[in-house]
């Protein structure tokens, strides 16, 4: 099976790509042969790449440039699939990673002050990404629709007149060698002392980038509203408007109890350290960093937005709040204290361990074998 992945960008510290590179190793271990269509990627492994990079300056002209290259190359490659991570008109697969734009939008909107709210409607890139989104959905190419939530399916149902039986909902998949809980019990008393914590600290953790969209002012103003001098917020990620975050929990008066930690190569340091994952995020299809801290042995609260929240069980391994409800958020962060953590941390690995990258992969290649017309053990057999 020659399956070609597009994805556009690499950022050496996105969940995103993380994932990526880890589904391309599974799948290839599930007899596919995988090339990568990208901009630019970090090889380390000598995998296949097609490098489609034109110029270009302003967000609009960046993905559109990269539509057109894609759909260039792929008139004179050949594959038996191609799946776009990207909003690509033509590609046979769309994984629905980044959930459905013209949903976020519905949320921004829901919450933000009138000239945020012109300023939306107005920006030329919004106009951009919603059309590409209409033309790739309708598009006669497009055989099936990969969810990594159910949140997500019903989101494209609800916008696009999509037949039921192209979407599949097939989770994200977490490496459970590389997230394990053994991992943080080894890297625990060293990640305290390096992140300067006191073990009788408790450690809530922010992990992602765009810390609007993911909810980190309701993290920090709900950490204030706690009231708790030992409880710690660390924030993994980057954002170009970080300094406003950094200002909010200065004025709150909580400045040394939230911890900036920036962008991490390898962010199990950061959940060694962690009590407990947090992202009252306004919304997010399933972020990997959720996975990723289950599989840690880390309760995890997420929000009501979150594709995340379908694998929390209330008090089981983790909580579900609203997004921007400081006070309840900061009623569950208080809650988190007395919680049997050792009992939910298993629990939460246990969730995790119902979703391996192999599962995810093992999944995604029947699906492919369906699309091609014959069964996954012949393709398997085969490759």
Same mark, same amino acid.
């Given at each position: 099976?020659?399956?070609?992945?597009?994805?556009?960008?690499?950022?050496?510290?996105?969940?995103?790509?993380?994932?990526?590179?880890?589904?391309?190793?599974?799948?290839?271990?599930?007899?596919?042969?995988?090339?990568?269509?990208?901009?630019?990627?970090?090889?380390?492994?000598?995998?296949?790449?097609?490098?489609?990079?034109?110029?270009?300056?302003?967000?609009?002209?960046?993905?559109?440039?990269?539509?057109?290259?894609?759909?260039?190359? $792929?008139?004179?490659?050949?594959?038996?699939?191609?799946?776009?991570?990207?909003?690509?008109?033509?590609?046979?697969?769309? #994984?629905?990673?980044?959930?459905?734009?013209?949903?976020?939008?519905?949320?921004?909107?829901?919450?933000?002050?009138?000239?945020? #709210?012109?300023?939306?409607?107005?920006?030329?890139?919004?106009? +951009?990404?919603?059309?590409?989104?209409?033309?790739?959905? %309708?598009?006669?190419?497009?055989?099936?629709?990969?969810?990594?939530?159910?949140?997500?399916?019903?989101?494209?149902?609800?916008?696009?007149?999509?037949?039921?039986?192209?979407?599949?909902?097939?989770?994200?998949?977490?490496?459970?060698?590389?997230?394990?809980?053994?991992?943080?019990?080894?890297?625990?008393?060293?990640?305290?002392?390096?992140?300067?914590?006191?073990?009788?600290?408790?450690?809530?953790?922010?992990?992602?980038?765009? +810390?609007?969209?993911?909810?980190?002012?309701?993290?920090?103003?709900?950490?204030?509203?706690?009231?708790?001098?030992?409880?710690? $917020?660390?924030?993994?990620?980057?954002?170009?408007?970080?300094?406003?975050?950094?200002?909010?929990?200065?004025?709150?008066?909580?400045?040394?109890?939230?911890?900036?930690?920036?962008?991490?190569?390898?962010?199990?340091?950061?959940?060694?350290?962690?009590?407990?994952?947090?992202?009252?995020?306004?919304?997010?299809?399933?972020?990997?960093?959720?996975?990723?801290?289950?599989?840690?042995?880390?309760?995890?609260?997420?929000?009501?937005?979150?594709?995340?929240?379908?694998?929390?069980?209330?008090?089981?391994?983790?909580?579900?709040?609203?997004?921007?409800?400081?006070?309840?958020?900061?009623?569950?962060?208080? %809650?988190?204290?007395?919680?049997?953590?050792?009992?939910?941390?298993?629990?939460?690995?246990?969730?995790?361990?119902? $979703?391996?990258?192999?599962?995810?992969?093992?999944?995604?290649?029947?699906?492919?074998?369906?699309?091609?017309?014959?069964?996954?053990?012949?393709?398997?057999?085969?490759?």
């Amino acid at each position: 099976m020659r399956l070609a992945l597009v994805r556009q960008r690499y950022t050496p510290f996105g969940g995103a790509e993380r994932f990526v590179e880890r589904a391309i190793a599974a799948l290839e271990r599930n007899g596919a042969t995988v090339t990568l269509i990208t901009r630019a990627w970090r090889d380390e492994s000598g995998r296949n790449a097609l490098i489609v990079n034109p110029p270009y300056a302003g967000r609009v002209w960046r993905d559109a440039s990269f539509s057109r290259g894609v759909q260039a190359l $792929l008139q004179d490659e050949h594959f038996d699939l191609v799946q776009s991570h990207e909003r690509i008109p033509g590609c046979d697969v769309y #994984r629905a990673g980044d959930g459905v734009h013209r949903q976020w939008l519905d949320h921004r909107l829901k919450v933000a002050p009138l000239l945020e #709210r012109v300023g939306i409607r107005l920006n030329p890139y919004h106009w +951009y990404v919603c059309a590409a989104e209409r033309s790739m959905f %309708e598009h006669p190419s497009l055989r099936a629709i990969i969810c990594n939530s159910k949140m997500v399916a019903a989101e494209i149902s609800s916008h696009f007149p999509i037949a039921s039986g192209k979407l599949h909902v097939i989770y994200n998949g977490v490496d459970l060698a590389h997230f394990h809980p053994r991992q943080r019990n080894e890297l625990r008393a060293e990640a305290r002392v390096g992140l300067g914590l006191a073990a009788s600290d408790l450690v809530f953790c922010f992990v992602g980038s765009g +810390y609007a969209r993911k909810g980190l002012r309701t993290a920090i103003a709900a950490l204030a509203a706690c009231g708790r001098s030992d409880f710690r $917020l660390l924030v993994a990620g980057q954002d170009r408007a970080a300094s406003k975050f950094v200002a909010q929990a200065a004025r709150a008066g909580i400045g040394d109890r939230v911890r900036f930690v920036g962008a991490q190569d390898d962010v199990r340091f950061v959940y060694a350290a962690s009590d407990c994952f947090i992202l009252p995020t306004r919304y997010d299809p399933f972020p990997n960093a959720a996975l990723e801290a289950l599989a840690m042995g880390i309760p995890a609260i997420v929000s009501t937005q979150c594709g995340a929240a379908e694998v929390i069980e209330g008090g089981t391994n983790g909580w579900v709040c609203d997004p921007d409800a400081t006070d309840s958020l900061a009623r569950l962060m208080v %809650e988190v204290e007395g919680a049997p953590r050792e009992r939910m941390g298993a629990a939460a690995r246990e969730t995790a361990e119902s $979703l391996g990258i192999d599962k995810m992969a093992d999944l995604m290649i029947n699906l492919y074998a369906r699309l091609l017309g014959h069964d996954a053990a012949a393709s398997t057999q085969g490759a």
